[in-house]
């Protein structure tokens, strides 16, 4: 089951959300007594729900070997402290929404669940969040030719164009792909 997504996109001027951390737990009612359930291994259907900056660092960290998870949780923070983008969370997947004009975002999406649970994730979110929002046009980049297959396994209209970006210090082919909503 799809769990609802927050926060919702708003105007620049409204708070979108932060990076701050973990609530605070709710007091404890007294635990039953019997046996204690180990949590399930990441990508299983019942996997625990996880805190939205694990989920980021983790994310980092398998995309970006050797580089340090916590100055991209850092610059995120920041971008959205700036009210440039918006963190929401759809189960174990983290969709980063920067702004580029009205009504279109640019699209990051970061996760600890298996390739079908995030295009699931991403067809929830473009199908139903995203309209919800007032979003009309979705924008996302990749340097692998891999994320055109799960792309396309949306079921969306999806327009794909193939240029370069700047990676470091040198060029690489990039993708883009563009999404009416």
Do not use: C
Request: glycine share 6%; proline share 10%; net charge positive.
């Amino acid at each position: 089951m799809v769990t609802p997504a927050e926060p919702v996109l708003k105007t620049k001027m409204e708070d979108m959300g932060s990076l701050r951390g973990p609530r605070k737990p709710a007091p404890k009612a007294a635990e039953p007594s019997g046996p204690k359930h180990e949590p399930a291994a990441p990508g299983s259907i019942t996997q625990k729900r996880m805190h939205i900056i694990d989920i980021i660092k983790q994310s980092l960290q398998k995309e970006m070997p050797g580089t340090n998870p916590d100055k991209g949780l850092e610059a995120i923070g920041k971008m959205v402290q700036k009210h440039e983008a918006v963190i929401m969370q759809i189960g174990n997947t983290v969709f980063l929404l920067k702004h580029l004009q009205p009504y279109t975002v640019e699209l990051h999406t970061m996760s600890v669940e298996p390739p079908a649970k995030i295009i699931e994730r991403g067809r929830t979110f473009l199908t139903k969040t995203a309209p919800e929002m007032g979003i009309k046009k979705v924008i996302s980049f990749s340097t692998s030719p891999a994320l055109n297959k799960m792309v396309e396994q949306l079921g969306l209209p999806v327009k794909i164009t193939q240029s370069q970006q700047m990676m470091g210090k040198k060029m690489v082919p990039a993708y883009k792909y563009e999404i009416d909503v």
